[in-house]
Each structure stands twice: as structure tokens, then as C-alpha cells.
């Protein structure tokens, strides 16, 4: 079993940034998959980013590209997603997911085995 918890969330205004650490237990963390979604409101969860078990690979989606920077440190069991640049669209509740059956990074809300209670992302314009 694997917890999750996020970190890092609150109000930025337009244009500024915000560091979310997700720390993770357990002692195969280094193992997973590891993904960031977010949840706006009255909208389906979507994907954000995500990053293979060893860092090396990372994908994103099209509306952060760019401006969203996902890593991770197994030393620490922690994964961060660097946001700038932040927009009035990208308020939501971010989540952090791990997948215990997939090793790289996956958009697939489905291949998440593991979800932290999330941490509320505000943009002010």
C-alpha cells in the first residue's frame, strides 16, 4: 500500500508559480508510474503530467506545456510539479496519482493505482 500526500497548493495571481510536492510512502516508490491530475469545478478529473520511475521520461499535457515542470527525487520519495506562468484556466484541486502496474508515465486516469486527497490550486487575475 502506498500514501500519497500533497503539498504546496494555494493562491497565486496570474502569472506567478507554485511548487506542489507530493510525498509518497513506502519503500517501492521508486518503482512507480507517477502522475499529476487536476479537478476544476463541475469537470472531469484530467491529466497534467506524468514521469517514468527513474525521472527519465516525462509527458505532459498540451495546456502546460511549456510552463509545467514535473520531477521527482526517489532519494525522498517525493515527486514536485513546478507550475509558472499559472493562468485563470488552471485553477483546480491537483492530485497526485502512482501506479504500482505501470513504470512510465501514463495520461490514463485507469493506470493510477494509488491517489492523494489533493491540494487546492487558486489563480487570481
Known amino acids: 500500500q502506498v500514501q500519497l500526500v500533497e503539498s504546496g497548493g494555494g493562491s497565486v495571481q496570474a502569472g506567478g508559480s507554485l511548487r506542489l510536492s507530493c510525498a509518497a510512502s513506502g519503500r517501492t516508490f521508486s518503482n512507480y508510474g507517477m502522475g499529476w491530475f487536476r479537478q476544476a469545478p463541475g469537470k472531469e478529473r484530467e491529466f497534467v503530467a506524468g514521469?517514468?520511475?527513474?525521472?527519465?521520461?516525462?509527458v505532459y499535457a498540451d495546456s502546460v506545456k511549456g510552463r509545467f515542470t514535473v520531477s521527482r527525487d526517489n532519494a525522498k520519495n517525493t515527486v514536485y510539479l513546478q507550475m509558472n506562468s499559472l493562468r485563470p484556466e488552471d485553477p483546480a484541486v491537483y492530485y497526485c496519482a502512482a501506479s504500482r502496474r505501470i513504470r512510465y508515465p501514463s495520461s490514463d486516469y485507469a493506470a493510477y493505482d494509488y491517489w492523494g486527497q489533493g491540494t487546492q490550486v487558486t489563480v487570481s487575475s
Open positions: 514521469i517514468s520511475w527513474s525521472g527519465g521520461i516525462t
